[in-house]
């Protein structure tokens, strides 16, 4: 970015007027603020100037006449009667190109201890997504390096995928996988709620320098407040929709929604929303919803962004809130069984229980008839495995559970290569593994 548009960008941004209230009542871990309700509007910033030095920022969620309700970001701590509230306008952030091969936080500004400019032109952070009559439909499908993701379950561009898995079984393996192996001119990383040292072990141990060069972390640690755990996502789609918007291809993984979820939870508990789906407000699912959809196909010159949302899902319980309201806005659903992980087959994926919606128009009919070959052998196999682990199957009962048993092997280390060559190669090296299926 040249210096002068730096420059000019950083004085845009500086605010010669403010408005400025006065904090009235502090009860519930929220604020009430007096002399802005006609000055800002929910979900607007604000910054609370303590006294003593103490000061916060927070976000506006609630109005009514001649009152204000702030949740603060760090908590209600060092905050008093009278303490000075000056409104910051709309949340909004801007991205620029410099951003690629750094970490940033969910506000823009740098996690690695170097400058970083701001980009010419602010963007909401929660943004509509392109018109629906004038989006395209799913692009081609995309390389991954991963057999079963060049067939079983293609991935093509503009989609939106789920990745539905417990804690402990190669979720943040398999993520970083898709970050350097898929076909993208951009990577954006929302690490969302993730621990503090993880952040950094995710750049430099999963990604690398190779991956780090076209890739922009946005990361909010499980410390910080929930405003700034929700803005995270919201962050991280609009860097996303910036460089779409530019014409480029962008992969976005989302780790993870459940822990926006969460977030969006104590905030809209604190603005006095009833909780009701197991403890979820109502506003979870158009919350989801609405950020899930700013990713997919662009419109018109614009780029596409390919989307990677991760659930963590206790117990493999497919039917809790966030785990239904994901599954079916999504594109297609991948399910990582911690079974499969602990007898030491990694990516631990499902595929029965795995869906790509852009089947089976992402393949030729050869190749939807090798996929059906598969999941009808993995299916047979999967009923009749109790039987067979424990030597109540006689052989000769079922041709179809005779086939699948010659063939699981061979079927599952395919499930486990990566890809060296192209999908075309992984449908080759696929036909092989069924061929295991002919009787000697």
Not at 34 to 42: M, N
Not at 75 to 86: F, T, W, Y
Not at 245 to 268: I, K
Request: charged share 25%.
């Amino acid at each position: 970015m040249d210096p002068v548009q730096a420059l000019t960008a950083e004085m845009e941004a500086l605010r010669p007027v403010a408005r400025c209230g006065r904090v009235a009542a502090i009860t519930r871990g929220v604020l009430e603020v007096q002399g802005l309700d006609r000055a800002v509007a929910v979900g607007d910033r604000v910054e609370v100037e303590g006294r003593g030095g103490a000061a916060a920022t927070g976000e506006v969620i609630g109005l009514a006449a001649g009152r204000v309700v702030v949740l603060p970001d760090p908590g209600i701590e060092g905050l008093a009667i009278g303490d000075a509230v000056v409104a910051s306008g709309p949340a909004v952030l801007a991205p620029h190109e410099g951003w690629i091969g750094r970490i940033v936080d969910p506000f823009g500004n740098p996690l690695d201890g170097r400058p970083l400019h701001r980009g010419a032109r602010p963007r909401p952070i929660r943004a509509a997504a392109p018109p629906a009559g004038q989006r395209r439909g799913l692009g081609a499908r995309l390389e991954t390096g991963m057999r079963v993701f060049n067939t079983l379950l293609p991935l093509v561009r503009g989609q939106r995928i789920g990745l539905f898995a417990g804690s402990g079984v190669g979720k943040s393996t398999l993520l970083g996988r898709f970050a350097t192996g898929v076909a993208a001119d951009v990577v954006v990383v929302a690490l969302i709620g993730e621990r503090g040292r993880e952040v950094r072990e995710f750049a430099e141990g999963v990604l690398g320098a190779a991956g780090m060069a076209r890739t922009v972390i946005v990361a909010a640690t499980s410390d910080l407040s929930p405003l700034v755990r929700r803005r995270c996502a919201w962050a991280a789609m609009a860097v996303a929709e910036h460089f779409r918007d530019a014409g480029a291809q962008v992969l976005l993984l989302a780790d993870s929604v459940t822990r926006f979820a969460d977030a969006h939870r104590e905030v809209a508990l604190a603005a006095g929303e009833a909780a009701s789906l197991r403890g979820y407000p109502p506003s979870l699912a158009h919350q989801i919803m609405a950020l899930t959809e700013r990713a997919g196909p662009g419109a018109g010159a614009q780029g596409d962004i390919t989307a990677v949302f991760s659930v963590l899902v206790a117990g493999s319980d497919m039917e809790e809130p966030v785990a239904d309201i994901l599954r079916g806005a999504l594109d297609g659903h991948v399910v990582l069984d911690r079974r499969i992980a602990e007898r030491g087959r990694f990516p631990a994926i499902d595929v029965l229980r795995s869906v790509s919606r852009a089947l089976p128009r992402a393949a030729t009919p050869d190749e939807n008839a090798l996929i059906a070959e598969a999941r009808r052998l993995l299916g047979a196999y999967d009923r009749a495995e109790l039987m067979i682990q424990s030597g109540l199957y006689a052989r000769g009962s079922d041709p179809t559970v005779d086939t699948a048993i010659r063939v699981w092997p061979a079927l599952d280390a395919f499930l486990a290569e990566e890809e060296p060559g192209d999908t075309a190669a992984s449908f080759r090296r696929l036909a092989q593994a069924l061929g295991a299926a002919t009787p000697r």
